[in-house]
């Protein structure tokens, strides 16, 4: 199975700047067939269900603001929030659904304002 | 707007069944470039995908080896809707449930893109 691996676990950063998650994959999720990176990212709000933001590694999702991005191939990922905002305080989780039937989810990260 | 509603009972004893059902609006059960999944969160394991469900000329279902022998997904067109049963639950079980949607990864970029409210499932006496 692949596993999926976030770090850091949490991050305080001031509202405004820069907040930057990592995401390492065990196994590559790169498909030779159409040059895809099968991995996806998720924000998470108190009291909600996951919201996707980012598939195929760096495709935001209808809606999703333009301050989040999504780099990396093959087995390392980084999610980036390019100037935090209040609303943006949630845990964010990366999956790989490069391995079916079932992705995999990495442990989630915490961010918060300093 | 497409909608995923569900509904069950937040309280199941031990060795029983989980039953929990996932009504669709504004899409079809039947999708051909769709699969329909239930997915479980809880503190000691995370979001953990549990099975799903897709029609591709006939229904077809797929689950986690972790839950296989005791799992079944099961879809109603007629309701447009579809369904979890887990048996012989234990505490392990306790978790938030979620009915998910998942795009067709190579057409529609993948993801699990629209959400159920989530119901959350108590094993306990």
């Known amino acids: 199975d692949i596993v999926v691996t976030q770090s850091p676990d949490s991050l305080a950063v001031s509202l405004g700047e820069r907040a930057t998650i990592n995401c390492k994959s065990s196994?590559?999720?790169?498909?030779?067939?159409?040059?895809?990176?099968?991995l996806a990212w998720y924000q998470q709000k108190p009291g909600q269900p996951p919201k996707l933001l980012i598939y195929?590694?760096?495709a935001r999702d209808s809606g999703v603001p333009d301050r989040f991005s999504g780099s990396g191939s093959g087995t390392d990922f980084t999610l980036t929030i390019s100037s935090l905002q209040a609303e943006d305080v949630a845990v964010y989780y990366c999956?790989?659904?490069?391995?079916?039937?079932?992705?995999?989810f990495g442990q989630g990260t915490k961010v918060d304002i300093k | 707007q497409v909608q995923l509603q569900q509904s069950g009972p937040g309280l199941v004893q031990p060795s029983q069944s989980l039953s929990l059902t996932c009504a669709i609006s504004?899409?079809?059960?039947?999708?051909?470039?769709?699969?329909w999944n239930w997915i479980r969160q809880s503190p000691s394991r995370g979001l953990e995908w549990l099975g799903k469900?897709?029609?591709?000329?006939?229904?077809?279902?797929d689950y986690a080896l972790s839950v296989k022998s005791r799992i079944n997904i099961k879809a109603d067109t007629s309701k447009n809707q579809f369904s979890l049963q887990l048996s012989s639950v234990t505490p392990e079980d306790t978790a938030v449930y979620y009915c998910?949607?998942?795009?067709?990864?190579?057409?529609?970029?993948?993801?699990?893109?629209?959400w159920g409210q989530g119901t959350m499932v108590t094993v306990s006496s």
């Open positions: 998910v949607r998942d795009r067709h990864r190579e057409l529609q970029g993948g993801g699990f893109d629209l």
């Open positions: 504004g899409d079809s059960v039947s999708g051909d470039t769709i699969t």
């Open positions: 469900t897709f029609y591709r000329s006939k229904w077809n279902y």
């Open positions: 196994q590559s999720v790169l498909s030779s067939s159409n040059n895809k990176n099968y």
């Open positions: 195929w590694a760096s």
């Open positions: 999956q790989q659904y490069r391995s079916t039937p079932q992705g995999t």
